[in-house]
């Protein structure tokens, strides 16, 4: 059955987007005006108010064939904004939305244009509760904390348990799994290489802020003294083995990231002597449902205080600069992107 799509007057035929491109001398950015013909095929036509800057974005503009497969490109993972067409009878015209996570910003035009067209599927209602900005505030890295505790939580944790380890502390997921944390009642230590951020992770709820060196060296014992109830690793590598390593007797470690390494090093003792748990962490390609509960709870019980204090604001021509510190490990906490 042929669906008529219905815009309002109000939606632009042409509008501003991040746009890499990529040949043989290397990538470059630049933010050009592009037009609603050129986004792809979808049901829901969404101005972007705002998104967010994440690794797999930093990866999409520095030409990574991994993550997009054909330039020239629009990355940007997250999208908040305003649906202005649909031919979903669900997501109706000035509603406001998320997309997260899918095929958006890797080998779909993403978030870093002020317009987005995606199948209904991608598309989750705002929760009651949280503002566009403040959900890009969040975005991907607070939809995969909240995801990491989901699974400790599974797992029984319980803050009477003791201490929680957070590796890449000052990174986005970090930042948002410690806020987390303590804002549920966990003693949080925070793995960090940046000293000069202790104050930032004890304004998030960090108890205790330890070097990245404390974990970060390759040990041949199979096991090290049991130190921590759980953990998020967003590191990998060696880092992710020792905490696996120093986990307590039926510990939980939740892991989403590979900064350091996507390789770790380690016998099977320390889960069949310490019965340990490794949970894997997938924000992408989650069921819908699945993200909604999760974004049910930021908005309500699991609802922060503190956003705003892990937040830096940039526009579109803010993005090269951004994602050229956070490849070189200089972005703090979350960059939210002002898009429209």
């Not at 990491?148 to 929680?164: D, H, I, S, T, Y």
Request: charged share 20%; hydrophobic share 40%.
């Amino acid at each position: 059955r042929q669906r008529q799509m219905c815009i309002r007057d109000r939606t632009m035929t042409s509008f501003d987007a991040f746009w890499v491109e990529k040949d043989e001398q290397g990538t470059r950015h630049q933010v050009i005006t592009r037009e609603l013909d050129d986004l792809p095929e979808g049901d829901v036509l969404i101005e972007v108010l705002y998104s967010s800057v994440n690794y797999k974005d930093a990866m999409s503009a520095s030409g990574v064939p991994g993550v997009t497969k054909q330039y020239p490109h629009t990355p940007g993972i997250d999208a908040a904004g305003i649906v202005r067409a649909s031919t979903d009878p669900t997501l109706s015209i000035g509603s406001e939305v998320l997309v997260i996570g899918f095929d958006l910003g890797m080998n779909t035009a993403g978030g870093f244009g002020q317009y987005i067209r995606v199948p209904a599927g991608w598309v989750l209602p705002m929760p009651a509760g949280l503002s566009l900005r403040e959900s890009m505030i969040l975005g991907t890295a607070g939809l995969t904390a909240a995801l990491c505790l989901e699974k400790l939580f599974w797992m029984n944790a319980q803050p009477e348990q003791g201490p929680v380890l957070v590796t890449g502390a000052t990174g986005g997921v970090g930042s948002v799994a410690i806020a987390l944390l303590s804002h549920l009642g966990f003693e949080v230590v925070a793995v960090s290489g940046k000293q000069d951020q202790v104050d930032y992770l004890k304004g998030l709820g960090a108890e205790t802020v330890i070097g990245r060196e404390t974990l970060s060296e390759q040990s041949s014992r199979p096991m090290l003294k049991p130190m921590y109830a759980h953990a998020v690793d967003t590191v990998g590598g060696d880092m992710l083995s020792n905490v696996i390593k120093s986990l307590n007797p039926q510990g939980s470690v939740a892991i989403c990231g590979l900064v350091a390494s996507p390789k770790m090093d380690i016998t099977v003792l320390p889960f069949i002597l310490r019965g340990v748990n490794v949970l894997g962490v997938d924000s992408v390609e989650l069921p819908l449902e699945d993200k909604a509960r999760n974004w049910t709870r930021l908005a309500e019980e699991w609802r922060l205080p503190n956003l705003a204090q892990m937040a830096t604001e940039v526009g579109l021509d803010g993005i090269s600069q951004t994602v050229d510190a956070l490849l070189a490990g200089g972005v703090v906490g979350r960059t939210l992107v002002r898009v429209s």
